[in-house]
């Protein structure tokens, strides 16, 4: 069974700072993989997503990898702001369920 | 366009009580999935639908838990009797495709339930 961990659980940095947050799968076997953030008490927004075949995606100040052999993907924020504050979840697309695997998230906190 | 929009926002109920939430798709997108987010966790399908069938329902307590997609379009999820565990948070979302992973998936804001 597909197993997503993200590492760290929650993370606190200050303003300004350019950061990562690491997500790896136990089954190489996928379509794609999502970066989402989610805000309290809000649904999930899709940030990047990567096709199986690429190997990482950007938009503005985020950029995302995949080692698909390797089994891990990061989101890379650059110059972090206060509103960045919310919680990251990486999700798969595996081929054998047809199904999307979720980690449990990075709670990040960019203080002022 | 409107995205994903789902109802109530919130629900408060008392153990055994039945409870029903309500999803409308982004117009035109043909699958819809109904996913439970327990907290300081990540979302887990519960079903998906393609048009008005339902392709992958593995995940459902079905004892408990029904759903519906009349004429492919908005959804209906519900839960009787409610247990304590079942507190948490019900997303539902919406892509354009036949839910390959080709498609990116949309979410609406869920509802949070909370079963006393």
């Known amino acids: 069974k597909q197993e997503v961990t993200q590492i760290p659980a929650a993370l606190s940095v200050p303003e300004g700072e350019n950061l990562v947050l690491n997500c790896s799968f136990t089954?190489?076997?996928?379509?794609?993989l999502q970066w989402f953030r989610q805000d309290p008490g809000k649904g999930l927004t899709s940030l990047l997503l990567?096709?199986?075949?690429?190997r990482e995606q950007t938009s503005g100040r985020l950029n995302a990898s995949l080692d698909k052999s390797s089994g891990r993907s990061t989101l890379y924020i650059a110059a972090s702001q206060p509103g960045d504050s919310a919680t990251y979840l990486c999700?798969?697309?595996?081929?054998?369920?047809?199904?999307?695997?979720f980690g449990a998230g990075t709670r990040l906190t960019v203080k002022p | 366009e409107a995205g994903v929009v789902q109802s109530p926002r919130y629900k408060i109920i008392e153990k055994k009580q039945p409870v029903a939430f309500w999803c409308n798709p982004i117009?035109?997108?043909?699958?819809l999935y109904w996913y439970l987010q327990n907290l300081g966790q990540g979302p887990e399908l519960l079903i998906r639908?393609?048009?008005?069938?339902?392709?992958?329902d593995s995940q459902l307590p079905k004892d408990r838990f029904s759903a519906e997609r009349l004429k492919g379009v908005d959804s209906t999820l519900k839960i009787q009797p409610a247990e304590l565990g079942d507190s948490a948070v019900y997303l539902c979302?919406?892509?354009?495709?036949?839910?390959?992973?080709?498609?990116?998936?949309?979410f609406g804001p869920g509802t949070r339930l909370t079963v006393l």
């Open positions: 979302a919406s892509s354009l495709g036949r839910g390959t992973g080709f498609d990116e998936q949309f």
């Open positions: 089954d190489s076997a996928i379509y794609n």
């Open positions: 990567i096709q199986s075949s690429q």
């Open positions: 999700a798969v697309w595996e081929y054998n369920n047809n199904d999307m695997r």
């Open positions: 117009s035109g997108h043909n699958t």
């Open positions: 639908y393609e048009n008005e069938e339902a392709v992958d």
